[in-house]
């Protein structure tokens, strides 16, 4: 008799998105006449660069000819797209990474969820609170959450490390051992940083333990303040026990095409065993390859033509955060992020939940943003706004948020 | 102290492809003379169908205008494809499928790697012999196979069912009870099927033991023969016991472009559990959809324009592998495979060992194959030859093969 893996039962519904859908579609109904601003989704929204158009409409030509045929691909991904990951994304910010340590894939959410294959099942796991709950739920499906208790909204055997105003948004070591951490900077779905000194205080404490970072670097393209690293490699020691994930989705548009990147260091060795190896064996025996027409644009991103094209729709949602920023701070909101990343985390006005919130900007603003509490217990008191939307209608947004607390 | 997944080190190494490549490197490198012909490997050589072609650069084209911009897709797919695939794969052959039990993929490796997540690591594992590796290296690193014995090359928990000329390539049910089977048909590495009669009888085990069918049919769009199931869900019975893996790979040239699907019907249910609600789970927590441009090429497979110009392209490949059969057979070998198949599984001649004979193959005939050996110990005695290649070239490898033998 088949049994089923048995951790799946314990997971809590996931609710937040259809949850917030379902309130939006009920107000939309109400008020057909609504126009209302979506601020809440992390997709972006601009085109991807015409020298990634270019590229995939040339890979989709080699596909057409049996000369210029490309099958199956090696699976931790193409040199010509892992050589120009490795010069630009590492070596010309002074971090020494080769290029086998460079696995591309389909995306790094794909990445976060599949890495933990190559762990052992009793590995206790820390993680920020708020966070990206794909960290929370994989191990969960793979049995080291423990039980979940929806009283505490959290898991028995995960540690909880709360990032909030009130330490700055940065975690605390933790007072028991842990054996892998799971960093996001800049945070889903805070926004904010940590900078150098405090990531070495992770890298510091994590050789110590014989810990593994996971670190998240999604939003690295994003950061415009000196002095934060863009990726933990720039902290000396990371390469013993840090693993990296990067996208293209935010950086490039690739939310739809699919391409991401995963780092792990030769020198990451736990229980005499190099994790690197063991990922390549994972990936070799579980997955074929990203798209070579994807592989190709993604490369793309990577030419002079491209690299300036990319930067100029990074601007264009950086400028949105900033208008998100100052149009929330100018109608006496206290926010963070935005500076670093797409992402603004702004408080509720005093007192209020984070859905009670969600439900006035909805009802009164028409505008739709994420409710912290859904991210985590200390997202309470809290709402995520995303700079991946149009720039007039950003521009709107905030003026309705305006017109919204003078009229208070 | 972070601890890795100790089912890894149990692993064996993975040399079948690599020994291949070095012993080919080595002739070469002796006798640069020699004109290699090709037919280990199974990637396929012909380009992509011009509708394909003509989809994945309108849709690349999508991606090129914020109007028609298209970023997170469905995990599961889209409609368009999905839809695409229940008509013409499933309701086309009066087989009653559901769009939401057809989940799309990046293709049918990583399905097959990742649906262990779903089902528990008590479950004991059946596999033909000779078999893809894939299912028991995946099943290995999931804890479900015991110990590696190298003199016995098999897995202490994993239950093997040897199919060889002797049984007619039909496994035998099993004389020990298993939770989990793996079936291929069309198989790889045989080239063999498995008839409705045969089928059903597994799909009745299956039922009553409340055991749950891995059904690959990767390959069925090469079934040539009637009576001959192209989906597990033509025989009756199996919605309640089958998962069924398809790919694009070998039906339309997509193993660079990647994209597949695996169907998980509602009505699988095991400790109560649905199986598509795990499977959605699992593919909603790790997974963010395959490419929107390969989707669009995937879909015009089933255009008119489309269809008949795959059909075209596997006839190609299909006139390969007769002329590899008959010219096998008139050099005085038995073969078997090759009518459903891409694969063609020939006996060595008389006492010769698969990597005897695959040496025999690449010295005196410039043949590169694949030793059966490779595939599991009831793969020796015989080699895997692939149609997959350039039809001049097949004819010109038979044509050496004839005159080899007739120098013997």
Chains 1, 2 share one sequence.
Request: with cysteine; net charge negative; charged share 20%.
């Amino acid at each position: 008799m088949a049994h089923v893996n048995e951790n799946y039962a314990k997971l809590p519904g996931s609710y937040l998105f259809s949850e917030i859908a379902r309130r939006t579609a009920a107000y939309a109904e109400a008020h057909p006449e609504a126009d209302l601003i979506k601020m809440g989704i992390g997709d972006v929204t601009r085109p991807l660069a015409p020298a990634v158009i270019a590229a995939m409409h040339a890979a989709v030509d080699d596909l057409a000819s049996s000369e210029t045929f490309h099958g199956y691909g090696p699976e931790q991904g193409y040199d010509f797209l892992r050589e120009a990951i490795q010069q630009a994304d590492f070596a010309a910010r002074g971090v020494d990474i080769a290029v086998d340590e460079i696995f591309v894939s389909d995306g790094a959410k794909s990445d976060c969820g599949n890495i933990g294959d190559i762990l052992s099942v009793n590995n206790k796991i820390a993680v920020c609170d708020p966070v990206y709950p794909v960290y929370v739920d994989t191990n969960a499906m793979a049995g080291r959450a423990g039980e979940y208790d929806e009283q505490a909204q959290g898991w028995s055997n995960i540690y909880y490390m709360p990032t909030t105003a009130e330490n700055g948004f940065a975690p605390e070591l933790p007072k028991e051992p842990v054996d892998v951490i799971y960093l996001c900077s800049p945070s889903n779905p805070t926004g904010t940083v940590l900078n150098a000194e405090q990531l070495k205080t992770w890298v510091d404490y994590a050789n110590q333990q014989d810990a593994i970072i996971m670190f998240d670097a999604a939003y690295e393209r994003f950061i415009t303040e000196e002095g934060v690293p863009h990726s933990i490699y720039e902290v000396p020691g990371a390469k013993t026990c840090a693993i990296e994930f990067r996208s293209f989705s935010k950086t490039a548009g690739f939310t739809g095409a699919r391409c991401g990147y995963t780092v792990v260091p030769h020198e990451l060795v736990r229980d005499g065993q190099s994790l690197h190896d063991l990922w390549n064996r994972r990936q070799t025996t579980k997955f074929n390859g990203a798209s070579y027409v994807i592989q190709r644009g993604a490369a793309a991103i990577y030419s002079e033509e491209g690299a300036a094209q990319v930067e100029e729709t990074l601007d264009y949602y950086r400028k949105n955060a900033a208008v998100i920023k100052e149009g929330l701070e100018a109608a006496g909101f206290t926010v963070f992020g935005a500076v670093n990343s797409p992402y603004i985390w702004c408080q509720t006005p005093s007192g209020m939940g984070s859905w009670e919130f969600f439900d006035k900007l909805l009802t009164e603003a028409n505008i739709i943003t994420t409710p912290g509490a859904g991210f985590g217990p200390s997202g309470e008191g809290y709402v995520r706004l995303t700079a991946f939307g149009d720039a007039e209608r950003t521009v709107l947004a905030m003026e309705r948020i305006k017109n919204l607390m003078a009229g208070e």
